[in-house]
């Protein structure tokens, strides 16, 4: 499986920024999708998942109410919603598939999202 995602960039406070990922090779394999995030200095962290058998999310706590995960399952296509953008949510982010409901088993490179104060 392979993963590219898009969409990352440079947004003031407030803004929105909308990631886009596109999975290909053994997709049919795949029962999770997702997106992590990694700040300088920190560990890579949970920012959204979706369970493609049922579509259940799960968003991380710091992120509810402003991010939206969503799944385009013809097009095999994962997509974030970042609205009300904070300087702290400046990380590369990563998307992620799983083998598994819960759990990454592949990596896609990471997208730097920049957001200005």
């Known amino acids: 499986v392979q993963l590219q995602a898009s969409g990352g960039g440079l947004v003031q406070a407030g803004g929105s920024l909308r990631l886009s990922c596109a999975a290909s090779?053994?997709?049919?394999?795949?029962?999770?999708m997702g997106w992590y995030r990694q700040a300088p200095g920190n560990e890579r962290e949970l920012v959204a998942s979706?369970?493609?058998?049922?579509?259940?999310?799960n968003y991380a706590d710091s992120v509810k109410g402003r991010f939206a995960i969503s799944r385009d399952s013809a097009k095999n296509t994962v997509s974030l919603q970042m609205n009300s953008l904070k300087p702290e949510d400046t990380a590369v982010y990563y998307c992620?598939?799983?083998?598994?409901?819960?759990?990454?088993?592949?990596w896609g490179k990471g997208t730097l999202v920049t957001v200005s104060s």
């Open positions: 090779g053994s997709i049919l394999s795949i029962k999770s």
């Open positions: 979706i369970i493609n058998r049922d579509g259940r999310m």
């Open positions: 992620a598939a799983g083998l598994f409901e819960y759990g990454v088993t592949y």
